[in-house]
Each structure stands twice: as structure tokens, then as C-alpha cells.
């Protein structure tokens, strides 16, 4: 039997490109085909860089729907709460703060609970149109995977969570990722963008050409 192929997974819970690659690597794992590991990737950690990035808050959130909606044609559905997102009345979050809960996550219950507070958080930005920038809505997911929310958010804050992020902030550096989402292959092959399920079952077939998958 092959081995799996390993895919270090960079994203951010408010990337509506890494909303579209989760579920796509999950079917692969599911299959057997990956084994995939999480590394938090915070495009802008605060209001700050959120202006320096877009000129203010009000551009932030009409050019990151902008990328909702392209986002939304490339798959094909409708799982994008573009309106309800535009209507909300907060700004559009930073995803350092739910970075730091998919860390704790980490700590406490591994890859997968990693993978299952992504995932969670996600659907409540993309879907539900919450504020994942607020402790709560993210302390409600921790709750909802059985966690409880005063050590959770204790984990948050903890050295441990800073050491993790700067772990995978120096693993991008180290391969320059500079998007996402982006994957790691094998600790060696870079895939800097998103990959539908049948491109990538062929990319993986490439990079291993004596391997059937």
C-alpha cells in the first residue's frame, strides 16, 4: 500500500478560497489518499493592516465580497452569505483571533479538532454571516465540540498558541507562501492556490508518478 501524502494545509477561517479547499481535502482523507496538517496562515492581524491593505474597513469588506462572489462561480454554489455578510453591522473581522482558537483546538484534542474548529468557524463567517472576531461566537463553537470555554480561552492566550503561530508563520516563510490557501506536498512541492478535487488527485499523481491514486 502507498504511503499518504502529506499536505501541510496554510488558511485562514476568513478566506472564502480555503472555505472551498477544506471540504476538498477532507473527501481526500476520508479516501485515504492524505494525511493533512494545519498551519494558521492570518492575512491581516488587525484593523490596522486591514487599512494599510485596502485604504479602510469600508473597502476591506466590499472588495473581500468582491472575492466572495468569485469564490461562490468557482465552485458553483451558494454557500456564500454574501448578503447577510454586507449587511452585518461589523466590520469584516480579522482571523487572528480564530487562528489562535484552531490552535487551541490543536493543543487540547489534535489535527482533526483543529480541522473541526476551522471548519466551524468558517461556516459561521461564510454562512451564518457571524463575527468570528468576537470571543463569543468563537467560544460558542469551542462549546459546541465540547470543549470547556474557560480553559479553551485560557489556551488561546497562551504561550503555547504563540509558539504555534510563530512556528507556522516561519514554515511559510520558509517556502515563501505569501497566498492562500496553500499546500505543502511531501515537505517539498508547493500548491499555491485552489485546487478542485480531480486537478488535485492528478497533481498528486505527478509528484509521484509511481504511485497510482
Same mark, same amino acid.
Not at 490552535?103 to 461556516?123: N, P, S
Given at each position: 500500500?502507498?504511503?499518504?501524502?502529506?499536505?501541510?494545509?496554510?488558511?485562514?477561517?476568513?478566506?472564502?478560497?480555503?472555505?472551498?479547499?477544506?471540504?476538498?481535502?477532507?473527501?481526500?482523507?476520508?479516501?485515504?489518499?492524505?494525511?493533512?496538517?494545519?498551519?494558521?496562515?492570518? /492575512?491581516?492581524?488587525?484593523?490596522?493592516?486591514?487599512? /494599510?491593505?485596502?485604504?479602510? /474597513?469600508?473597502?476591506? =469588506? =466590499?472588495?473581500?465580497?468582491?472575492?466572495?462572489?468569485?469564490?461562490?462561480?468557482?465552485?458553483? #454554489?451558494?454557500?456564500?452569505?454574501?448578503?447577510?455578510?454586507? &449587511?452585518?453591522?461589523?466590520?469584516?473581522?480579522?482571523?487572528?483571533? &480564530? &487562528?489562535?482558537?484552531? =490552535?487551541?483546538?490543536?493543543?487540547?484534542?489534535?489535527? $482533526? #479538532?483543529?480541522?473541526?474548529? *476551522? $471548519?466551524?468557524?468558517?461556516?459561521?463567517?461564510?454562512?451564518?454571516?457571524?463575527?468570528?472576531?468576537?470571543?463569543? !461566537?468563537?467560544?460558542?463553537?469551542?462549546?459546541?465540540?465540547? *470543549?470547556? !470555554?474557560?480553559?479553551?480561552?485560557?489556551?488561546?492566550?497562551?504561550?503555547?498558541?504563540?509558539?504555534?503561530?510563530?512556528?507556522?508563520?516561519?514554515?511559510?516563510?520558509?517556502?515563501?507562501?505569501?497566498?492562500?490557501?496553500?499546500?505543502?506536498?511531501?515537505?517539498?512541492?508547493?500548491?499555491?492556490? !485552489? !485546487?478542485?478535487?480531480?486537478?488535485?488527485?492528478?497533481?498528486?499523481?505527478?509528484?509521484?508518478?509511481?504511485?497510482?491514486?
Amino acid at each position: 500500500m502507498n504511503p499518504k501524502y502529506r499536505i501541510e494545509f496554510f488558511h485562514d477561517a476568513v478566506c472564502g478560497w480555503c472555505y472551498i479547499q477544506s471540504p476538498i481535502l477532507r473527501k481526500l482523507a476520508d479516501e485515504g489518499l492524505v494525511e493533512v496538517h494545519h498551519r494558521a496562515f492570518v /492575512l491581516q492581524r488587525n484593523d490596522h493592516e486591514m487599512k /494599510l491593505r485596502f485604504g479602510s /474597513l469600508e473597502n476591506a =469588506k =466590499k472588495e473581500i465580497l468582491n472575492h466572495w462572489q468569485s469564490c461562490q462561480r468557482f465552485e458553483g #454554489t451558494r454557500r456564500f452569505n454574501i448578503e447577510g455578510m454586507r &449587511a452585518a453591522p461589523f466590520n469584516y473581522p480579522s482571523g487572528l483571533l &480564530a &487562528a489562535k482558537g484552531a =490552535k487551541a483546538a490543536e493543543l487540547l484534542g489534535g489535527q $482533526d #479538532t483543529h480541522w473541526d474548529f *476551522f $471548519d466551524l468557524v468558517q461556516q459561521e463567517h461564510l454562512q451564518r454571516a457571524n463575527n468570528i472576531g468576537a470571543i463569543d !461566537t468563537l467560544l460558542g463553537v469551542a462549546s459546541c465540540l465540547g *470543549f470547556d !470555554t474557560v480553559e479553551f480561552e485560557q489556551t488561546m492566550h497562551s504561550d503555547e498558541v504563540e509558539a504555534g503561530l510563530e512556528s507556522d508563520r516561519k514554515r511559510a516563510e520558509r517556502f515563501d507562501i505569501r497566498s492562500i490557501p496553500s499546500m505543502i506536498v511531501d515537505d517539498r512541492y508547493l500548491v499555491g492556490k !485552489t !485546487t478542485k478535487y480531480s486537478d488535485l488527485v492528478r497533481l498528486l499523481a505527478r509528484l509521484r508518478p509511481s504511485n497510482h491514486v
